[in-house]
DNA sequence: ACTATCACGAAAATAATTTGCAGGATTTCG
DNA sequence: CGAAATCCTGCAAATTATTTTCGTGATAGT
């Protein structure tokens, strides 16, 4: 477990003087790290002792164990704690973004749910045809990412992002034998919930990759979860799709495991195609 | 900068004592990270100082400020020094794709060119009208995102991945007032090298997210590159989209801060339509 | 009000790290 | 080839950091 949550959780437990220490470390994360035990101390007004102790009570071996981790969970977990100031500078920005995207990939690893995306990989490796749903600049995205990982496996797949489409498309699947994937950041997309019900009434088996506890949530048979605290304004929906899209990338790597020898044989299949189409150059794997 | 970087670079300068310390953190960071200086030093069969000695070569000011700076590059840095081992366990997979993703972050972040950025800026936030061309499940997939992070802004544009349509186009795009933006991981999509040389034949500004030294990047005025060392897994070689869409991430944003005013207003106008289209909650920021 | 428990810091004890120094190896240059 | 310079290295001492021990005062429960 990383510190950062062990210290969220345990926050309302602490004495005085540790919620003294514990702010430090969330405030000026760069000193906490970088200090020795006596500067922290001095800096929280508190003991030396009192510092170990702090730190024996987040599970760690030693105060220097406690840096360790600490620095270890840093390049992932500050950002969200310290919404810094908005810079423009070029390099500000770019570096900004980076540290977001690497936030979102750290949490959902963090909160990986794989039971529920094992249930989703038998569920899209039996399908006879897969149902692909999005809509929106974001989860359109996702569904034809699912459409373009997925077909690569040799599976039939269809990606819509057009709410008609979509419910006729559901109400059009066969029963027990194919399968609706739907996404939505908000998980309130009340069109994606329709056509879910719908599939479910019909007896087609439904995943969604959405916000926990949503509507769209309730409504699907298997949830693949990502959930991005929301509130402020750093996480944009722009560091979450990264997130949503390593999940589908999971997904479909899984799934890929799964069917092993048909998914060979298509890939084979597929990547010839591209290499007589092209230069006869295979550098390039899997389209470009 | 980072320490495995540093380490990387000094590597061929280091004594036979020093070598033997660099091994190990390389082998086995896990151990080194956690170790104590004089454990670190019996393991490497050499005293103490010269593990400090070593760490001050590198640039830290001491052993601890060393150990902090290596558990901070840490999780990102350590995944691509040694190759993963192949394993179908899905926490594995997970974990994999998910380090990988990060790598590819970092990766984009380390060979980060600004000053390609601030051109392509430049030519983005004053064009009239932007053509986003792109082909294939991964670049095709950029261009409407490239669409869709732009037209956010207020920004006319629109995305194609047909090679007919892009050549159309860009015959079609009006001199020194538009701007063609291309994406090809391989870098060697000759449809669109050819759209590229097209609008340069027109004074169409282009520019391209691809491989550096590339055909695509040899045919584009401004060229934003993106290296990144294909794994071997046929599965997935998809961490790069990651690294992609960061970038065009870092691109939006940059042209979203050149043109603040406009874009303001123009979200604001977005969500608004959001909001009433949908049940009123406006949790959702910009889309599902 | 009495006792048990807890939080805390002072000081002592311990452990870790760094510094200064000197021997030995290696390289450089005449 | 040999002498001087330089560098690498470890030892031991000095320094510094961290942890433990122990005692005091505060708080809560009976």
Redesign the pocket.
Known sequence: MDLFSTLQEEKGRL????TRIADIILNDFEFAVNA??????ERA????????????RLGC???????IQLARTAYIGVRYLKPEPQSTDPADVAKDIVAKAQNALYMLHQALDLAAYEQATDLLAKAEMIYAFGAGGNSSMIASEIQNRLFRLGLRVTASPDHSMQLMMAAAAKPEKDVLIGSSFSGRNTELVRAFHLAREGKVSTIALTQSNSPVARAADVVIAIDMPEGTNIYRPTSTRIAYLAAVDILASLVAHKIQAQATLTLRRIKQQLVTHRDGDDRQLLGD
């Open positions: 004495s005085q003087s540790e020795s035990i006596i500067e922290l101390a007004d508190v003991s030396p002792p009192t510092v170990t102790r702090f730190c024996r071996d030693s105060f220097s164990d406690f840096k």
